[in-house]
């Protein structure tokens, strides 16, 4: 982050100076359209890359991300850096919720991805919810490095766990970072969502019972339409939903219970951040899953001309 | 007088501060009379009251519990940092990354209102610190207008001579006076019922404030992704007392 002070080091939270061999992936134009160039994955995560996914007039080069073993065992240290070179478009997905099993010890499991967009490249970070099963100890470090005129859009969102198996928000430790830095390294989105388990009350009970959180951000010269629509689209939806009770409050308040039917099963705010308001950031809280891949479809598909095909199709 | 009262008032007197003068400025810091404009904000409670998450006096108390982790999380940190350099280029530095920090527009355009209020009331008031007057003028000469709420308190207690104990457990304490306030305005609880809950929470308070006191810029986190969503929210409501 830059900062004054030489504290980075004495955090508790960060390893980052830890040698690890970080995963690399590079986009750049070869007979100006956009490809890999250099592809290089360290067990147990793995890189698939179709020839070509949707049309081929559309310049865009798609990023599977999987693991073996279909998730991250805890200990697991999973680090990538991705460049997008200038004019680029490359969309970076998984196959599947991201599952993150049980700690062993107190070991954590972690993911770190920086990535370096270039001048009017768009770098999409498009991947399934992460799933923390019961007493997992779980760490994501997103660093977007821009210039004036890259774009992204990130979506990063987790559930519950298990919650048709009945686990609600069970995991021990959850922390997902994002940050947007813009030249001169200059801090435009600084974000860190911290859930422990027992701090102050147990999760699911801070939860209520919304069983998905997730975050949009969508970001840059190339997404202006999309940021205007999703903008008008989450103000329609919540202007409807939100409302002042009509029971009475004070002490003559009827008890919870009569209330929490109605409460909305979708919640979602959008912000603009950033300077000249560059970026929109939309907050989601949900009772489904299912909702919120709903909600993506239709605020993303404005970016199948981008892309190639719609995001969560 | 018994010698046992002699003495537990001795104890009291040893506890002190060596400069007295110091405890009225403490007071008036944090007297809900000081013209910041806190009062025009509910802290994500009218828009949660309107998503009917929070209806009664249980629901409050669990939300202004997290409303204070979340505080103490987010923001103690920038506190701490300007209590302990209360110098112009931190300050201005601090004022930058927070800025960043508040991805949420309805809580950021709350602390800018309320930075910048303290900040303007802090350089008329408090004379005896010229340097209060000299910092604004310069970031307000500069461009810099916006003055977020968390780093300026942390720079006026710092200026003032408070130590980053206090000066944390200050801003918490500020932001559950100001949450509390929302809610009798909100018909959540009555005026009585406020000053009883206030205390009943004080001790959980003094517990967040410890478990997130003197921690460094990159530790700064949200706990209340909920809460965070809530509050974005309020530009949506039709009908609203509250600015955010």
Known sequence: ?313 | MEPDLVETDKKRKRNVPIDSTLQWSQWQLLDSILPTGGFAHSFGLEAAIQARLVSGPDDLKTYIIQLLDNTGSLLLPFVYSTTLNPTLDNWQNLNGILDATLTNEVGRKASVSQGSSLMRVAAAAFTEVPSLKSMRDVSAGSGVVSFHHAPVFGLICGLVGMDSGTSQRAYMYVTMRDVISAATRLNLVGPLGASVLQHQIASVAEAMSKKWMDRPLEDACQTAPLLDTLQGCHGYLFSRLFCS
């Not at chain 1, 690399?24 to 890189?47: A, D, I, M, N």
């Not at chain 1, 698939?48 to 865009?60: F, H, L």
């Not at chain 1, 919304?210 to 975050?215: E, G, H, L």
Request: contains cysteine; proline residues 4%.
């Open chain 1, 1 to 313: 982050m830059g900062s004054s002070n030489g504290e980075s080091r004495r955090s508790s939270w960060w390893r980052m100076e830890k040698e690890m061999e970080k995963g690399k992936v590079v986009v750049e134009k070869v007979r100006g359209k956009s490809t890999v160039t250099r592809s290089f994955s360290k067990y147990p995560l793995k890189f698939i890359i179709p020839r070509k996914v949707g049309p081929s007039e559309t310049d865009a080069v798609w990023i599977y991300s999987l693991t073996y073993g279909g998730g991250i065992v805890s200990g697991d240290s999973i680090s990538v850096e991705f460049t997008i070179g200038d004019g680029c478009t490359a969309v970076l997905t998984t196959q599947a919720s991201t599952k993150v099993y049980k700690s062993s010890g107190s070991k954590c499991s972690e993911q770190v991805l920086e990535a370096r967009i270039g001048s009017g490249a768009l770098f999409a970070v498009i991947p399934d919810p992460v799933t923390c099963f019961s007493t997992a100890r779980y760490f994501q470090k997103q660093v977007f490095r821009v210039v004036s005129d890259s774009s992204l859009v990130i979506v990063d969102w987790f559930t519950s766990g298990r919650h048709e198996s009945g686990e609600k928000w069970d995991f021990e430790l959850y922390r997902s970072t994002n940050h947007i830095f813009s030249e001169g390294n200059q801090p435009v989105f600084l974000d860190t969502v911290l859930l422990e388990q027992s701090s102050p009350a147990n999760i699911a009970e801070r939860m209520h019972d919304y069983q998905v959180i997730a975050m949009v951000i969508i970001y840059g010269p190339k997404l202006k339409l999309v940021q205007d629509q999703v903008q008008e689209n989450v103000k329609r939806m919540m202007s409807q939903q939100l409302h002042i009770p009509s029971t009475s409050l004070g002490h003559h308040a009827k008890t919870n219970s009569d209330n929490c039917l109605t409460r909305p099963a979708f919640i979602a705010s959008c912000s603009v951040f950033g300077p000249k308001g560059i970026g929109v950031v939309v907050r989601i809280a949900s009772t489904t899953t299912e909702s919120v891949y709903r909600f993506l479809q239709h605020q993303l598909a404005g970016m199948q001309p981008l892309v190639g095909v719609p995001p969560y199709h």
